[in-house]
């Protein structure tokens, strides 16, 4: 009974911040998720040593584009797609994975990669390669949470909602990301 006061207390007071100040909690929110979600991914991988500048890019992706730029999507869809649209909650849908996750995970490849000081060339070359296949995963692996997310959860609670799956998806980008560096820096030290 005395853990679920603070617990209560702490939940109340992310509403408020949510309520009050729903950008910057979003945004505060999706940082630490993202740079848990790395540092998880890198203690699965088992290297031993973490690669701080990899969980602070991720931190600072999330801090950046992780809360304020969903947020600011569903606000927009939620406008344009407007109670009195038919079948709008599949419009919302449609619009989620056909314009925002792409445009997204362009975003994320490039970005992650300038967070980590790498060149622009080197940052495009990881796009031009990754995106692919990550959209597709994306797609595949990601649909029915967004499905569910628009259909059933409020609009207030979507970007927080959709950083705690994503939560795992970053898990997996960072891997994917990691392997592929992995297998560069393997390619380059054999020329």
Excluded at 74 to 86: G, P
Aim: with cysteine.
């Amino acid at each position: 009974m005395s853990l679920s006061r603070p617990v209560y207390s702490f939940f109340g007071f992310y509403l408020e911040q949510l309520f009050n100040h729903p950008v910057r909690t979003k945004s505060i929110t999706a940082s630490a998720l993202a740079a848990s979600a790395n540092y998880t991914s890198q203690c699965m991988a088992g290297k031993g040593k973490v690669n701080q500048q990899s969980v602070l890019s991720y931190a600072l992706f999330g801090l950046i584009f992780g809360g304020s730029v969903p947020h600011y999507f569903y606000k927009t869809v939620e406008r344009l797609f407007h109670e009195d649209v038919k079948f709008r909650k599949f419009f919302q849908f449609l619009s989620e994975r056909l314009v925002y996750a792409p445009i997204y995970q362009a975003l994320s490849l490039y970005f992650l990669a300038r967070f980590e000081m790498k060149s622009h060339n080197v940052a495009m070359s990881n796009l031009m390669k990754l995106y692919w296949p990550l959209l597709k995963a994306n797609w595949q692996y990601l649909s029915l949470a967004v499905f569910l997310n628009i259909y059933y959860v409020p609009p207030m609670f979507r970007t927080v909602t959709m950083s705690l799956v994503s939560f795992i998806w970053v898990v997996y980008i960072a891997h994917k990301r990691r392997r592929f560096q992995e297998k560069q820096e393997a390619a380059a030290k054999a020329k």
